[in-house]
């Protein structure tokens, strides 16, 4: 069940653009693993592109540093994973908060939404660099 | 993403095509706030081409909204796919931004 079916990696420096770049290898996963039924591929996307703009919007670059974006997508036969890091950022261990803010807030929502889509979130510190992992088990497995 | 904006009889419905994301949130809050300073202020956003929005996005339709409001109007939502779907009832935004079925439909019970 833990055999790898499909699997894609994206690195690029942190800037916005990296966020339509990375929905783009998440288009073109699905079309690999087209098995993976459509409520699971929305779900695994939309949590992935939260986290990884979490990373552009909020990650600090060390002093004279480049902060990176880096991302591993994998698809097995039972689970979708994402290892989401953040490469050459001050390190920041406080988690944001995971609940929903005030309806007129603007902002907030991204970590509620990507723990509602989750079935796994953890987060590794190592050095400069920070990594969301974040897991989905497919409700029908292929 | 592209986004176009069409006066009607009696609202403004702006179109946006491609993802709602961090990448495209500022340009919506800039149509808008255009569509809001010509003194429209009944917008409907029309959403079928609209195939992905993130809390960014949902950030930028909140703050649209709150602009119309304030201008005395509102901002409705219409032709919402799938995962705007999901992302709107997920964080319980579907109370404050419910989705139509049809732009024409989002004003015309008032």
Known sequence: MTEVLAQRAYQAPATPEAIDELHTELDRIWEVASFVPELDQMAFT???????????????????????????????????????????????????????????????????LIEALMTTITVELRGETKTWVLSREIETPA | MRFSTEQKDSYTEVS??????????????????????AGNKRIVLNMLATDFIDSSGLGALIGCLK???????????????????????????????????TAEGAFSND
């Open chain 2, 16 to 37: 946006g095509t491609g993802r709602l994301n961090m990448v495209a949130a500022p340009k919506l809050r800039e149509v808008v706030g255009e569509v809001v300073s």
């Open chain 1, 46 to 112: 939309t949590a992935v592109i939260e986290s990884a703009s979490n990373v552009v919007q909020h990650g600090v670059a060390v002093p004279g540093g480049e902060l990176r974006l880096a991302v591993t997508l994998t698809v097995m036969a039972s689970v979708l994973q994402a290892r989401i890091s953040e490469i050459g950022a001050v390190p920041s261990p406080e988690m944001p908060s995971g609940s929903l803010p005030d309806d007129d807030e603007e902002s907030g929502r991204g970590l509620a």
């Open chain 2, 67 to 101: 602009m119309a409001r304030q201008a005395g109007g509102d901002l409705r939502i219409a032709c919402v796919q799938p995962q705007v779907k999901m992302v709107l009832e997920l964080t319980s935004m579907n109370r404050v931004l419910t989705p139509h079925a």
